[in-house]
């Protein structure tokens, strides 16, 4: 075995040493964002598993309408009610007997979804959306009122998306702070504050529309038309707008920046 004199090396140790040199060099002259391959770090130091899966901003939002959807199966359950309501209605005009068979049919939807073991969360949406309007009615007596809450929480729900953007805190960028485990921190980049800010108009057009149709008709004692407005206005347009979210989105590479704290050089 060869002995090295004190302060020489061999080739072997020269070389070994100078890729750790690069290596150190290329990691501390890289900013944290890049390191980390742009996945998004929690408060506290760890990587968010959602984070892993995208890497912009786009496709993060993405991902979480996609969740908030449903499904087919989702947007079906949603609508089912009201058509059961709407058509009892139609040819009963009987208040009480299309409540029982609306109330009736979400729950036989939350059964199934029970007995299958599948989240029951878009069935019971329904129902409570269901159960709130009933007992609106219960107290009047005028089928109408079935559809007063329905009108009144989309009046109120744009009215507050409306306010998010004024002061600049617009509801989709809760959904990049979902993502990266930072709520606020999105906040910091002005790109993604007005990427969240179109995003959430073309949020608030559908709420918008569905007060401007169905109030006049409510007004108008029109329950049959109510129903088949509440329908039509319902997911169709919602997906309309979704679509519309998806080909913005589809335009842009936001990268998501880490939400932990930069390491020091």
């Not at 989309?154 to 979902?178: C, E, H, K, Q, T």
């Not at 007060?211 to 008709?217: D, K, S």
């Not at 309309?240 to 050089?265: D, E, H, K, N």
């Amino acid at each position: 075995m060869t002995t090295v004199p004190p302060g020489e090396e061999t080739n072997d140790h020269a070389s070994e040493r100078r890729r750790d040199d690069g290596r150190q060099g290329r990691d501390t002259s890289s900013p944290a964002g890049e390191r980390l391959g742009s996945v998004p770090v929690s408060n506290s130091g760890t990587t968010t598993q959602e984070g892993i899966a995208h890497d912009t901003v786009e496709a993060a939002i993405r991902a979480q309408l996609a969740k908030a959807l449903g499904g087919v199966r989702g947007i079906i359950e949603a609508a089912v009610p009201t058509v059961a309501f709407t058509i009892t209605w139609i040819v009963t005009e009987q208040l009480k007997p299309s409540l029982m068979i609306s109330i009736g049919v979400a729950v036989l939807l939350l059964l199934v979804r029970l007995a299958q073991r599948s989240t029951p969360q878009f069935v019971i949406n329904s129902l409570i959306g269901i159960g709130i309007g009933a007992f609106f009615a219960s107290r009047t007596g005028e089928a109408k009122d079935v559809f007063l809450p329905g009108i009144l929480y989309n009046g109120g729900y744009a009215a507050a998306m409306v306010l998010s953007i004024v002061v600049r805190w617009p509801v989709v960028g809760f959904l990049i702070g979902s993502v990266t485990g930072d709520p606020t921190g999105w906040r910091q980049d002005p790109g993604i504050v007005r990427l969240c800010s179109r995003l959430t108009w073309l949020l608030i057009l559908p709420c918008l529309l569905r007060v401007v149709v169905q109030l006049p008709l409510y007004y108008a004692d029109q329950v049959a038309a109510l129903g088949v407005a509440k329908v039509a206005l319902g997911w169709p347009v919602q997906v309309a707008a979704l679509a519309a979210m998806v080909w913005v989105l589809a335009r842009g590479r936001t990268p998501i920046a880490p939400s932990g704290p930069t390491p020091s050089t």
